[in-house]
């Protein structure tokens, strides 16, 4: 393998997963409930939801419930992703002033982007998963869901796709737990060291 060879792999995975971390903050997140798959909004529209709501919610005469995520905390986060996302924007994409986040963000996640430029697009990736973190705890996310992105032990799947075909990783760990969405095999906390090992090994 020539060092070329090399760094056109690096982009192509640093690229992939700069579209899924696009993808955690604009794509409507999949998950599964007593067998079925539900389809919620984006990160990002929640947040923004959230902040409406908030905001409607103040301006009446209730008290603000203590559960919902604080207004200034939605606003502080959203004010982040548009400047983040218009400053990853810049010098990659032209797109028209008018476009709202998400577009931009899918923009970004469409562009080709070269082997020299792989330390931007893994910086970019850096900024967008501090964001899809901190989104999911204002938007109350619970169990914080993480994918483990590595082939399922069982069935080595890497991805799940839904029945509208929408594409999320197999396997994902929660505070509850891990289970893969293809074959449905699940391992529960106190087997974390198990999959862990289980997942070192090449399947
Ligand atoms: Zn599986």
Not at 40 to 54: F, N
Not at 58 to 73: L, N
Not at 93 to 107: I, K, N, Q
Request: proline fraction near 5%; aromatic fraction near 4%; include cysteine.
């Amino acid at each position: 393998m020539t060092v070329v060879e090399h760094e056109e792999m690096s982009i192509g995975l640093a690229q992939r997963r700069l579209q899924d971390s696009v993808a955690a903050l604009v794509d409507p997140v999949i998950s599964w409930s007593g067998g079925r798959v539900m389809s919620t909004d984006s990160l990002y529209s929640r947040v923004r939801g959230a902040l409406t709501k908030q905001s409607i919610r103040s301006g009446g005469r209730g008290a603000p419930q203590r559960s919902a995520p604080c207004a200034v905390d939605c606003l502080d986060w959203l004010r982040a992703v548009d400047r983040d996302s218009r400053r990853m924007i810049a010098g990659v994409a032209v797109v028209d002033p008018g476009s709202g986040t998400e577009t931009v963000l899918r923009v970004l996640a469409g562009e080709s982007f070269g082997p020299e430029q792989t330390g931007m697009v893994l910086s970019f990736v850096a900024a967008l998963q501090r964001h899809a973190r901190s989104g999911a705890e204002i938007a109350g996310d619970n169990p914080v869901r993480v994918p483990l992105r590595k082939p399922c032990p069982q069935c080595s799947s890497l991805w799940h796709r839904s029945v509208s075909g929408v594409r999320s990783w197999a396997l994902v760990a929660s505070e509850h737990g891990a289970r893969c969405s293809e074959c449905s095999a699940t391992w529960t906390t106190q087997q974390f060291g198990l999959l862990a090992a289980m997942l070192e090994q090449p399947v």
